[in-house]
């Protein structure tokens, strides 16, 4: 929910005041349904070593609960790998939202002659690269 975060933007008129931009984007969806799904994941995988370990005999009688379980962890893959592709394109808007060159852009003090305004370090995303590849 980037469109919740402040920055401010210097005034060149007024040195004592500032404006107030918020960000541009709601990238949430893809995020809270990665992690919901890693969630009920985790959920299920803790019932079924419950049900591998201490239910083992019922486990090998019936033949439709095998089958069963078997269909079940093939949905979550799937739905993990869909979960996977939705948070990579949400991050990546992220990013393109919170690029310094984009943030400039939109400052409007920047667009003036004579006007120069550079992008301080860019931000290290390292961290949030390596939750899409999990």
């Avoid at 969630?39 to 019932?47: Q, R």
């Avoid at 939109?106 to 961290?127: E, H, K, N, R």
Wanted: charged share 15%; with cysteine.
């Amino acid at each position: 929910r980037l469109y919740q975060i402040p920055f401010g933007m210097p005034n060149c008129e007024d040195e004592s005041e500032a404006r107030t931009l918020y960000l541009i984007g709601d990238f949430s969806a893809p995020a809270e349904f990665f992690v919901t799904l890693g969630v009920f994941c985790f959920l299920y995988s803790m019932a079924a070593l419950v049900l591998y370990l201490r239910f083992h005999s019922l486990y090998t009688e019936n033949t439709k609960l095998p089958f069963a379980d078997f269909c079940v962890t093939v949905c979550f893959a799937f739905f993990w790998l869909v979960a996977a592709a939705a948070w990579g394109k949400g991050l990546s808007d992220v990013k393109a939202a919170t690029r310094p060159t984009t943030l400039i852009s939109a400052m409007g003090v920047c667009q003036d002659d004579g006007v120069v305004c550079s992008t301080g370090t860019t931000p290290a995303m390292g961290l949030a690269n390596i939750s899409v590849v999990r």
